[in-house]
């Protein structure tokens, strides 16, 4: 490192990272401004509570990226042997964020620091300084041992791209170590996937070391959340803006529920931001929540089921699902061949569809789940199995539907047939959400699985494809289908399924035993 020659009062201030932070760099900011850094009320916040590893929950235009990304550079620049490293979802985020968040801030220091502290690599996506640290932007990263990680937009990249979400969490957050510093960041994308894992582990770690009184491990994430009303540039003019009947509800409810109060100001932006002429509209409480629960509540983008889930939620039909004993279950499953095994249980109460239960294993046989089912305190009508229950079971070469109708009653199993265009399924469970009420406690599992089922990311054409994706949320999300093709058709291909046809065929004054299976023998 080259001799300093820096004035002796800038010597003294350059060893506090605060200041340096807030004096050293330029960034250009949203209105394409060339500004120097100065940290937000927000994010002097985060800088004051973040901890060693953080799991960052937040709404959109705080500048945290911004913030984290000059705290690994300034990491690198004022100290030896440092490994940093910040994982983007995409090739051009990649770009973009070593170009505005770390080439400019550093290119922009004053001379005398640069000179100081040289770089001696420098290329599309790293620089690698005198001092022999080095920071890169990139997809992911194995190599190394990292002190600095930054991952930005965890929550997409979990829902856009998977095989990268399965890169991150077995490739590079292993390469962090105790005291390494850790920001997981992102902008919710649904109720599952990594990120919300990671918030939830966060959320109840740091709440019982709260209780508790002692600090978290440094191996464990603290949790933080910075609301869109956390930002006091969230506020516009109220005149002339109408605030609708809807949200009047929704403000009084983060009052009274949440303790949220808002200023007129801040509901005028809200209603501009969500209800305006380029309003956000459903996607608000995603890319602004009020609250984390809420952040979670909003569809994956590409979800199959987003919209319907969304019209599940906001008409509180998850909640506490009672078994009712003097009415049959019904079982539609989705066989573990190479995944888990899923099985929803069912009951019907006139126009309703009670989702009251659901089981999901794998590396477990299909005697085991029968097993599982039999040992339920219900008493079962009927259980409807996918196609593939035809299969051979590879050690005994028993097909998987015998064995079913020895455990369960050759009268009560029925092989659902299958269908050559899976939009024909996911359409058939689609028509059935209006009926449907979900256990909150007993299917949580499913009700993740069918908030993550989405469509298979196509990055070259820019856009989703028509089928969905192939991983843990499509075990649960099939077995919902079952649970369609059975209810919405009364046969499939000339075959007669066990339900008299759609329900929107019956009329009002219906007999409420047309709305159960008749247990047809096998297909």
Known sequence: MAKSTLPPELIENLKDSYWRLNNLYWIINERSERVKFKMRPAQVEFFNEMWYWNELLKSRQHGFSTEIDIIGLDLCLFNDNIEAGIIAHTKEAVQNIFATKVKYPYDNLP??????????????????????????????????????????????????YPQKAIEIKTGTIPTLHEGSYFFDESTAEGGAGDFYDGCAQAQSDTAKAKAANVALNKMQCKFHFFAWHDDAKNATNPTGIDISDELKRYFAELAGTHAIELSEEQRAWYALKRDGAQGLGKLMKREHPSYPAEAFEQAVEGAVFGEELEMVRSEGRIGFQPYTESIPVYTFWDLGIG????????????????????????????????????DKPYVYGH?????????????????????????????????????????????????????????????????????FYRFEWNDDQKRFNDKPEDDWSCDGADAFQCLGLVYGYGEIDGQVLGFKGPIKKHDDDYCEDEYQPMGLSNL
């Open 111 to 160: 001379e005398a620091i640069r000179r100081r502290i040289p770089t001696i690599k420098s290329n599309a996506n790293e620089f690698r300084f005198a001092n022999n640290s080095w920071i890169r932007v990139a997809l992911s990263m194995r190599s190394g041992t990292l002190k600095f990680l930054h991952i930005s937009e965890r929550g997409k990249i979990c829902a856009k």
């Open 339 to 374: 995944h888990p095994t899923a099985i929803i249980f069912v009951q019907f109460v006139k126009r309703e569809i009670r989702v009251i239960d659901y089981h999901e294993e794998s590396n477990r046989g299909i005697v085991y789940h029968c097993k599982v089912v039999r």
């Open 383 to 451: 259980h409807y199995f996918p196609h593939d229950s035809a299969k051979r079971n590879a050690v005994t070469a028993t097909p998987l539907i015998d064995t079913v109708e020895e455990l369960l009653g050759v009268d009560k199993v029925t092989k659902v047939p299958r269908v050559e265009d899976k939009a024909d399924s996911i359409q058939a469970a689609r028509d059935i959400f209006l009926q449907c009420q979900f256990d909150a406690k007993k299917t949580t599992r499913l009700i993740k699985c069918l908030s």
